[in-house]
């Protein structure tokens, strides 16, 4: 996944291969409970989902207002859920 324009150019994710089969069974019973494997923090959801979908990233989950987030899913293509959270804006009552 690349990096958003202004982002951190210099920040890497290394994915190491699945073939190992420990991780196999980890992989599979996260992707059963439709966990995600990791959780990005994004400022701007809506802009984020945009970009990747222009990219071609499947979202299974699309994003969705939870409590105090919003959240989106994407598959990586190897297995694994990856989830998009943003903090959102609270108004002076804490709503």
Known sequence: MGAAEGAQRDLQLLLEPGHNPIAALYRAALRE?????IVFSVDDMRAEFERLSGLGVHFPQEPRERGSMITAVLDDTVGNYVQLAQAREQGPSGE
């Open 33 to 37: 409970a439709e966990l995600p494997c």
